[in-house]
Antibody, heavy 123, light 109 residues
Framework: EVQLVESGGGLVNPGESLTLSCAAS????????LSWVRQAPGRGPQWVGR??????????DYAAPLKGRLAISRDDSRNTLYLQMNSLKTEDTAVYFC??????????????WGQGALVSVSS | DIQMTQSPSSLSASVGDRVTITCRAS??????LNWYRQEPGKAPNLLIF???SLESGVPSRFSGSGSGTDFSLTISSLQPEDFATYFC???????????FGQGTKLEIK
């Protein structure tokens, strides 16, 4: 069974940093392309960024509005995905999901999701 | 950015009804369109990928159609668990800048 479990969320002050982790099991993590997707309260999901597998080059792409404040990384030996967020703003308040991206039908979709980690940015 | 616009934003229907939700892209995205269902407090769940392909394990009452800029999700006979929020998402952008629609909340009449 595919499992993605996020951790590291919490309440932080504006301007602070936070790192989320996503522990994966039930699939070949080292070959997986993985994304972070966030969802602010009452809003639709927003794609944050994606990291390809090492065999695919390990390329990391970020959503343009968030580029520069984020760092996505992975540790294939620990089957864990990370999202480091810097200079947090109140508008970064959201539930952050990690996803395993499936390539099917000639396109990518977010086929498996974690349960999400809540990040609240407030003074 | 490619903008995705869903309609309606909310919809009231009864168990057994047939409903259709539409999604329009701000530019052509071929068939690079996915649909998700999200229950309150849970993560979205993939229903349809590549506009019309049913994800494994998803009931056949769900179907998707469309290409280019106009897409639709149809539920042929609503079940109680279908009262949730539905999102479309484009996967056309390269480099990726994947965007979601604002959602359609399906409520019990």
């Amino acid at each position: 069974e595919v499992q993605l479990v996020e951790s590291g969320g919490g309440l932080v002050n504006p301007g602070e940093s936070l790192t989320l982790s996503c522990a994966a099991s039930g699939f070949n993590f080292s070959l997986a392309w993985l994304s972070w997707v966030r969802q602010a309260p009452g809003r639709g999901p927003q794609w944050v960024g994606r990291i390809k597998s090492r065999s695919a080059g390990g390329t990391i792409d970020y959503a343009a509005p968030l580029k520069g404040r984020l760092a996505i990384s992975r540790d294939d030996s620990r089957n864990t995905l990370y999202l480091q967020m810097n200079s947090l703003k109140t508008e970064d308040t959201a539930v952050y999901f990690c996803t395993w991206d499936a390539y099917k039908g000639g396109t990518y979709s977010f086929a498996h999701w974690g349960q999400g980690a809540l990040v609240s940015v407030s003074s | 950015d490619i903008q995705m616009t869903q309609s309606p934003s909310s919809l009231s229907a009864s168990v057994g009804d047939r409903v259709t939700i539409t999604c329009r892209a701000s530019q052509s995205i071929s068939n690079y369109l996915n649909w998700y269902r999200q229950e309150p407090g849970k993560a979205p769940n993939l229903l349809i990928f590549a506009a019309s392909s049913l994800e494994s394990g998803v009931p056949s009452r769900f179907s998707g159609s469309g290409s280019g800029t106009d897409f639709s999700l149809t539920i042929s006979s609503l079940q109680p668990e279908d009262f949730a929020t539905y999102f479309c998402q484009q996967s056309y952008s390269n480099p990726p800048e994947y965007t979601f629609g604002q959602g359609t909340k399906l409520e019990i009449k």
